[in-house]
């Protein structure tokens, strides 16, 4: 039913740029908050950043003033614009959203992208 679609992902340089989309679709009556996670070799999936329907983002430690999350709320969509990029930012990304699918019962639930791979040479 409800799908992310990930796109952007791919190969690139150290202290390059990359613009990572994601858009939902399907039965959707309302997306709440939506945000990036990505899983590095050997480690877990840890949140990158994340926005609410406001506009209201959080960032980790690791991408402050290096990355910008945004979203486009008449698109269902979701972008995440990385830039100075470093090795260790090399992962999968994963796009995830709340979405509720109808007005009774509100109930969000958490939906996740399939993953775009992201590697940084170094």
């Known amino acids: 039913q409800v799908q992310l679609v990930e796109s952007g992902g791919g190969l690139v340089q150290a202290g390059g740029s990359l613009r990572l989309s994601c858009a939902a679709s399907g039965s959707i009556f309302s997306i709440n908050a939506m945000g990036w996670y990505r899983q590095a070799p050997g480690k877990q999936r840890d949140l990158v950043a994340s926005?609410?329907?406001?506009?209201?983002?959080n960032y980790a430690d690791s991408v402050k003033g290096r990355f910008t999350v945004s979203r486009d709320n008449t698109k269902n969509a979701v972008y995440l614009q990385m830039n100075s990029l470093k090795h260790e930012d090399t992962a999968v990304y994963y796009c995830?959203?709340?979405?509720?699918?109808?007005?009774?019962?509100?109930?969000?639930?958490?939906?996740w992208g399939q993953g775009t791979l992201v590697t940084v040479s170094s």
């Open positions: 926005i609410t329907t406001d506009g209201i983002t």
């Open positions: 995830n959203a709340g979405i509720a699918r109808s007005l009774a019962p509100l109930q969000y639930l958490q939906v």
